[in-house]
């Protein structure tokens, strides 16, 4: 029996053999196309995929990886390496680029505070490592402080190591919160206008009084010099995702700092086990995807692609303002996710529907689409679309804007 690939070999060495032998074609379109198609699990599971005009939001996948990065992703799947071996590698040139002492790949921004508070409060002895969360009589400091306002969900990654945390408003509170078990002073750059307390401060405040400090940047790059400014300023280490603006894996993003605390830090990171980190595991095509991510996203043309979200976003600000009744107002917004946002508003006289509606409706139409839903109306980002989907999301908005005019 000839197998399938004999005969595809030889149909393709004879690219006429349809054309000339009519009976045949049939079974080449059928070959053809049996091999060409590549298996298509979006289809076979029935997932939904859409258009992100919303943003690089962790329940939406993120962002899509360059290309450059799954190449990687692709390539270094096809040979084995010591693990620790690829981060040491790949943590040297990171940390080059950043203007960092140290760097190592984690299982994402949230994972990289985890894995360097246990640094900080584990120092080079793998024991201690081996005992957290468990810090009761293990000699170890037990609390970080953090600012009333920067309690927004994300210290739950420092309280994984066994921590508790110590809530301040003003330089006067940290003084006095400041004793034996505090491990570390941690800094939230997205809520920075809600705390009373600014960066240098926080890091003068916490070398004063020899503590170590961290700050969460994980949605602030860009702009890239975020992923220099903070260690520039003195924090010891800087946390960031992976996935979100610099378009590397998901699942990935980097610890930054002081050596000796990414030192102590890999102590929990695999491939040792019994710790905290344990499953925190980053495979070599997400730590080599990752080193590529950054090293394309410092070296892109920013001005440029600032200009593609501004010129994309004024696209569908001038579909949407056709309709009578809306308006449009396009921001940066300061902390985090720094990219031009639209924000659109509607009267309710003019046009009858509800946010809830219009983002329904968006859903579940043709090419799917999501965007964020508002008090009061809608707002959307451009900078995770494709190449001319601008287009697409401007003519269904105004669509259905257009449609529930009254
Ligand atoms: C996204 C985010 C995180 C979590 O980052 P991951 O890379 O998903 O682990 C932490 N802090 C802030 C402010 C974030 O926006």
């Known amino acids: 029996m000839i197998s399938r690939r004999t005969i595809l070999k030889r149909l393709s060495t004879m690219p006429l053999l349809g054309g000339l032998v009519g009976s045949t074609a049939p079974l080449q379109s059928a070959l053809a196309s049996s091999a060409v198609a590549p298996r298509n699990l979006v289809k076979e599971l029935g997932i939904r995929t859409f258009i992100n005009a919303a943003g690089t939001y962790t329940a939406m ?8 990065v799954l190449e990687t992703i692709q390539a270094a799947s096809k040979e084995f390496m010591m693990l620790d071996d690829v981060q040491t590698k790949v943590g040297e040139k990171i940390a080059a680029l950043v203007h960092a002492e140290s760097a190592v790949v984690t299982a994402g921004c949230f994972s990289a505070m ?4 246990a640094g900080v409060l584990t120092g080079l002895d793998a024991k201690k490592a ?48 400041i004793n034996e078990k505090t491990a570390l002073m941690w800094f939230l750059h997205i809520q920075s206008d809600k705390g009373k307390i600014m960066h240098q401060d926080w890091v003068n405040l916490a070398k004063k009084h020899n ?42 993003g980097l610890l930054m700092g002081k050596k000796h605390l ?30 590529v991510a950054v090293e394309k996203f410092i070296k892109q043309d920013h001005q440029k692609e600032w200009q593609m979200w501004e010129d994309r976003t004024a696209h569908i600000a001038e579909a949407v303002k056709k309709v009578n009744g809306v308006t449009t107002e396009t921001f940066r917004p300061e902390l985090g996710n720094h990219t031009p946002t639209l924000r659109i508003r509607w009267e309710p006289a003019k046009v009858n529907l509800t946010v809830k509606a219009l983002q329904e409706n968006l859903r579940n139409g ?6 964020v839903g508002e008090q009061g109306g809608i707002s959307l980002t451009t900078w995770m679309l494709k190449p001319g989907q601008e287009k697409i999301v401007a003519s269904r908005l105004k669509e259905e804007l257009a449609k529930a005019a009254v």
């Open 114 to 117: 985890t894995l360097g508070l």
């Open 211 to 252: 503590i170590p400090t961290m700050i969460d940047i994980a949605a602030d790059v860009p702009p890239v010099e975020n992923l220099w400014r903070f260690h520039d300023m003195g924090f010891d280490l800087v946390c960031v995702s992976g996935g979100k603006a610099m378009r590397g894996p998901q699942s990935a």
């Open 130 to 177: 081996a005992q957290l969360p468990h810090l009761e009589g293990s000699g170890m400091k037990s609390e970080v402080i953090i600012q009333k306002g920067h309690n927004v969900g994300y210290s739950q990654a420092l309280t994984n190591t066994g921590c508790t945390i110590v809530f301040v408003e003003t330089p006067e509170e940290v003084e006095k919160a």
């Open 61 to 68: 996948t993120g962002s899509l990886m360059q290309e450059e």
């Open 262 to 291: 990414i030192d102590a830090a890999r102590l929990s990171m695999p491939p040792r086990g019994s710790t905290i980190g344990r499953g925190m595991k980053v495979n070599k095509e997400e730590i080599l995807g990752m080193y």
């Open 366 to 371: 043709d090419p799917s689409i999501e965007i």
